[in-house]
């Protein structure tokens, strides 16, 4: 099957290179495509504003019949200060960027000008705004595989951007969320909801024909891939177009640099700031790359010939770390520096969400972590992997791998909630952001490390097979993964679908001198008992508790026991879904030392491994290593710093 | 060169003394983490390194859990003001002993009882001269990109070294209880910027050997099969490196203050 698949893309790089360029490098149709949206839209540089006319053919692809459509307009999230993405984001703070302030030009908005039919008459009566959501009611009912047409004329006036979408008051335009797009019919009713602070998008596959008009200095990136450009005096109109995506987007700035590169047929574009080094170039396209060649080894083909990676100016970042299909948002530092493993990771991570969300197109609004989550632990594999990082942190001896970043993040947030909860109902932004990023991963590197690589391989190949373009839901992946291990989906479900923990700890640990019982001996002729005294004999008895607090344990655990003489024994604790502890007793002729639950660190869901060890005895050269060696270097910095 | 290395040789058991002496008063919180590290931080070094990932596992699950880390830096928050008072004390006291010639250990404590205010009062007065010059070069460094920015990284180095050759001189003035110490210790610098050149290049090289070989010694302290006979006399041998290199940078401003003032 593999073998196919790498025919058919081989074919399609063929034809789409020799033939004529197009937006797919693997031939499609690959989804439903359940609309044909054709928009024309112009850019007032000045104001940045578009005023566009949209054209959306919409079919049913659903088994009922629908009597209205309902539609998002997320840019009216940013019209007034008691909007709910308002309200939630505590005046529009997010992502590390806020609202600049009450000033106009902070604000936008996505306004309907005119709705017509396919006849051109006028059915805006039909047209129910309701701040970020409207709802256009069916003239008629639409049956299963009926179309209807819808010419929407809209102006959409872009904020002050500090969350995803907007201008930065001078050149740059980020043109994210900025027309009327369908909700979803998903398992039998509408999904669309509010733009929520905590919840990112959820549309239908479709193919896109836009026509964006602007001055003819103004660069331009945007989903999908540019079929021609026509010139006007000072306007220019750029023609694109994108086959099988689910979003469109597209961002323009006079003061934008271009630089391209590619990779096995796909068109890597950068657009970036001024001036930028050719090695902060090279390294963005270097972790392009990495992701493009992990994901196709692991999970699958990227079906579409262009990936645009967007560097937004420095007063402009809260348009930075976004994914859309085929356009990214890395971050305004850029430069080769210390930020360099940062940039190419936000480009790895952005460019991951292109198949967890661009391809996949999970239910973003109530199941972020299929998105958030499967990413964020894939993104740690392919820093390891394939762009060689293995650490996010590294100074002298001290690193930190994104497994261990990601344990810490997930064992410092109260399990509140379970990872798959709707996005604005975490009890808090930690919440979410945990349940939705670190949790997951760590998850996923939990059933890595104790039911292998291969497994989780075969998961992501399995899942790409069956749902790509497909929305699928949480129980849709564990359905996969029972059919490679049940005892791996058990975990999964437990892991994702409630809060239960886990926290492995040894409560006692002892071993001593075994005893040779003493005391008295009764005799079978009746005479005086006799008495012998307890003694101390050979070899040593241990007693060992240990404990699981909390209900989400793997089938088996390693306990490392460590003896006097340094010898070690590994055992296995099939650990029991109704007693929550063991007791081992036994002996030996080696003294324990010390008991260690999950020496490999296997179990990164584990709220605390300071408790997973215990000492038998006091091992004096242990501990004091690092107390003398950190207060040795703080005490020198200090003296070499102020020479007293 | 050689004046200061043999008044450095005369006054080789301060070092010793005041390395022992900061020992004493760092004792609580080297007490305290190594107390926590016994009873939260059990780590395997033969499975989590010092350093390693898994490493910083524990120990942050540990802080997590426990609040005894907290304490122990509070310990050393704490003790920090002490440490600077003694080190202010101590090196005036050794300033003035070093200006007599003359090592007595009892001479030298009192000595550093008497200046500790007026080496006090000085060090506040002098912090506006660090302020302004390595404020200038920070700003300069912020305004600035790629090896321009460097350039202003090893300024406002330079920069901190001057203030504090600066304040090296003007001490000398205070511990044998003359006026306008800042001022004729600026006067004295000005005399001797070979001198300041030379020990600033000496201080900074070896001063940047000790902080390597104190990764060397983390390093090496991290392995499971280091003992802690090593690691005693490692962090003995280091701290009197340091205190070595402190005491050279002391008397070669003492020698200079004498050149200019005899």
């Not at chain 1, 850029?334 to 197109?361: C, K």
Request: overall charge neutral; glycine content about 6%.
């Amino acid at each position: 099957m593999q073998a196919l698949q790498r025919i058919v893309l081989l074919i399609g790089v063929l034809c789409t290179s020799s033939a004529m360029a197009s937006a797919l490098r693997m031939p499609g149709p690959h989804t439903d495509r359940v609309h044909h949206t054709h928009i024309k839209a112009t850019l007032d540089a000045e104001k940045h504003r578009v005023d566009a006319t949209m054209t959306l053919r919409w079919r049913n692809t659903t088994d009922v019949t629908l009597n209205e459509i309902p539609f998002h307009l997320y840019l009216n999230a940013f019209s007034r200060t008691d909007t709910i993405f308002m309200k939630e984001s505590n005046g529009g703070r997010l992502r590390g960027d806020s609202r600049e302030g009450d000033d106009q030009d902070k604000f936008g908005y996505v306004q309907v000008t005119s709705v017509n039919n396919a006849n051109g008459d006028d059915v805006s009566q039909r047209w129910m705004t309701d701040g970020d959501v409207a709802t256009y009611t069916l003239a008629q009912p639409l049956m299963p595989n009926e179309e209807v047409t819808l010419n929407i004329a809209f102006t959409s006036q872009l904020p002050k951007v500090f969350a995803r979408s907007g201008h930065n008051g001078d050149t740059f335009n980020f043109v994210a969320q900025w027309f009327p797009k369908p909700g979803v019919f998903y398992k039998g009713k509408w999904v669309n909801h509010n733009y929520h602070a905590n919840t990112e998008f959820f549309s239908d596959f479709g193919n896109y024909d836009v026509e964006i008009t602007l001055p003819s200095d103004y660069l331009v990136g945007a989903t999908g891939y540019l079929v021609k450009k026509e010139s006007q005096e000072s306007l220019t109109t750029h023609y694109f177009q994108a086959e099988d995506v689910h979003d469109f987007v597209w961002t323009a700035d006079s003061k934008f640099s271009e630089a391209t590169a590619e990779w096995n047929g796909i068109t890597i574009r950068l657009l970036h700031q001024t001036p930028l080094s050719e090695k902060s170039i090279q390294n963005q396209f270097d972790a392009a790359k990495a992701s493009f060649k992990w994901f196709d080894e692991k999970v699958g083909a990227y079906p579409y010939s262009t990936m645009t990676l967007v560097q937004p100016p420095e007063n402009a970042g809260g348009a930075g770390g976004m994914e859309y299909p085929t356009l990214v948002t890395t971050i305004t530092d850029l430069d080769y520096s210390e930020y360099m493993h940062a940039a190419a990771m936000v480009t790895i991570h952005e460019i991951g969400h292109n198949y967890w969300q661009g391809i996949f197109a999970s239910n973003e609004f109530e199941e972020s972590w299929m998105d958030e989550g499967i990413n964020s632990y894939t993104e740690g594999r392919i820093m390891s992997e394939t762009f060689g990082q293995e650490n996010i942190l590294q100074f002298a001896q001290f690193s930190v791998d994104m497994p261990t970043m990601h344990h810490v993040r997930t064992a410092q947030t109260p399990t509140l909630d379970p990872v798959k909860t709707h996005g604005w109902k975490y009890v808090s932004r930690a919440g979410y952001s945990t349940n939705s990023y670190s949790k997951p991963a760590t998850i996923l590197n939990t059933v890595e490390r104790v039911w292998g690589k291969d497994k989780v391989d075969q998961l992501l190949k399995a899942y790409y097979k069956r749902w790509a373009f497909k929305h699928p839901a949480t129980q849709d992946f564990i359905a996969i993964a029972k059919e490679i291990d049940p005892s791996m989906a058990r975990y999964l479900n437990d892991a994702i679908t409630t809060i239960k923990n886990i926290d492995f700890e040894v409560k006692s640990a002892v071993s001593g001198k075994k005893q040779v019982a003493g005391g008295y001996t009764f005799n079978d002729d009746g005479s005086d008992p006799s008495f012998s005294k307890p003694e101390k004999g050979e070899g040593f008895v241990h007693q060992v508790t240990l404990v699981r607090n909390g209900e989400l344990h793997p089938p088996q655990v390693d306990v490392l026991l460590t003896f006097e003489d340094g010898s070690t024994e590994t055992r296995q604790w099939q650990a029991d879904d109704t007693i929550p502890w063991t007791k081992w007793h036994w002996e030996s002729d080696k003294k324990l030392v010390e008991v260690m639950i999950d020496p490999e660190f296997k179990v990164l869901l584990d709220k605390d491994f300071s408790n997973n060890t215990k000492r038998v005895a006091k091992q004096g050269n242990q501990s004091w290593r690092w107390a003398i060696s950190l207060l040795q270097n703080i005490q020198h910095a200090f003296s070499i710093a102020l020479p007293l | 060169m050689k004046n200061t290395l043999s008044l450095m040789w005369k006054m080789k058991w301060v070092a010793v003394a005041t390395l022992f002496i900061e020992m004493l008063i760092l004792l609580p919180a080297y007490f305290v983490l190594f107390r926590f590290g016994e009873k939260s931080l059990a780590v395997n070094l033969a499975v989590t390194p010092v350093g390693s990932s898994e490493h910083i596992t524990l120990l942050i699950d540990a802080i997590s859990n426990n609040p005894a880390f907290v304490y122990g830096i509070l310990v050393l928050v704490l003790a920090l003001p002490l440490l600077f008072l003694s080190k202010m004390a101590l090196a005036a006291g050794t300033m003035a002993s070093a200006q007599q010639q003359e090592l007595k250990l009892s001479l030298w404590l009192s000595n550093a009882g008497r200046n500790l205010f007026p080496a006090l009062g000085l060090f506040l007065r002098w912090l506006i001269i660090p302020i302004v010059l390595c404020g200038l070069a920070a700003v300069a460094m912020s305004f600035t990109d790629g090896t321009v920015k460097k350039v202003f990284i090893a300024v406002l180095v330079i920069a901190w070294l001057f203030s504090l050759s600066w304040f090296s001189f003007a001490l000398n003035f205070t511990v044998a209880r003359e006026k306008k110490a800042l001022i004729r210790g600026f006067g004295v610098l000005r005399k001797n910027i070979n001198r300041f050149a030379v020990t600033a290049a000496i201080f900074v090289a070896i001063g940047g050997f000790i902080k390597l070989m104190d990764f060397s010694y983390f390093s090496a302290n991290s392995a499971s099969e280091t003992g802690l006979g090593f690691a005693i006399a490692g962090a003995l041998m280091l701290g009197l490196a340091t205190r070595l290199l402190i005491l050279f940078w002391q008397t070669s401003h003492v020698e200079g203050w004498r050149k200019v003032t005899s």
